[in-house]
């Protein structure tokens, strides 16, 4: 039964590496913006699943955290490349 | 075991949608519709994923009562819920961004947004 779970980490790791390619390459920081999302997505989705393989329920804590200062990094980069920063 | 057929059939839906979203990333042509790939798709795969983690505690619950896997299923939820909503968010946020920033979509021929008030 954990080699669903390592399975599933293994392919979500891949999916991680082969996004960082749009954030690499974006040609804009927008496109580099939704790479990075995408990113925090998976990590989390990573890190419950991580929880399950070590029985570490730490780990989702951890997972809640980053998920919402993931997103307070996404809000205060897209307010920055918006221009709405204040000067 | 049916648990262990939910388990594996929520962990296929979700890494089947994941890839769906990394695919829609590489290959879509400009933001707006690299951003509609992405959070959407990652957003519902990340949601069964951790609906399979919630199926695979509430059945060690039932059948170990163990204590701790009732704290891991609450926990999970916690995520879920939190990843919910400020996927969402975040997504409006990248969108309106990337407008204010003077992206415009490639075939766009009109431009309500910016004929408002911007």
Redesign the interface.
């Known amino acids: ?1 954990t080699d ?2 390592v399975a ?1 980490v293994v ?2 790791v891949a ?1 991680i590496v ?2 960082m ?2 954030l690499i390459a974006g040609p ?4 580099r ?3 990075l ?2 990113i925090n ?2 990590t ?2 990573a890190m ?2 991580l ?2 393989i070590y029985e570490q ?1 730490i780990f ?2 951890v ?2 955290v980053y ?2 200062l ?2 307070v990094g ?2 205060f ?8 920063l204040g000067q | 075991m049916i648990a262990d057929t939910i388990i594996l059939v929520c962990i296929a839906i979700g890494l089947v949608f994941n890839t769906l979203g990394v695919i829609g990333i590489l290959r879509f042509p400009d933001v707006y519709t690299r951003l509609h790939a992405e959070t959407k798709t990652t957003t519902f795969g990340t949601i069964f994923l951790s609906l399979a983690v919630i199926v695979y505690a509430i059945s060690r619950l039932l059948s170990d009562g163990d204590a701790q896997f009732l704290t891991l299923s609450v926990h999970t939820f916690v995520a879920l819920i939190a990843l919910a909503f400020t996927n969402a968010t975040g997504a409006h946020a990248i969108a309106r961004a990337a407008h204010r920033s003077g992206q415009v979509p490639s075939p766009a021929v009109i431009d309500r947004y910016s004929e408002g008030d911007a």
Do not use: H, N
């Open positions: 039964m669903i779970w599933a392919v979500l999916l082969l996004t390619v749009r804009t920081v927008p496109d913006v939704v790479a999302d995408a997505t998976l989390v989705a419950i699943l929880a399950v329920i989702v804590d997972a809640i998920a919402l993931s997103f996404t809000l980069i897209a307010k920055y490349i918006g221009g709405e």
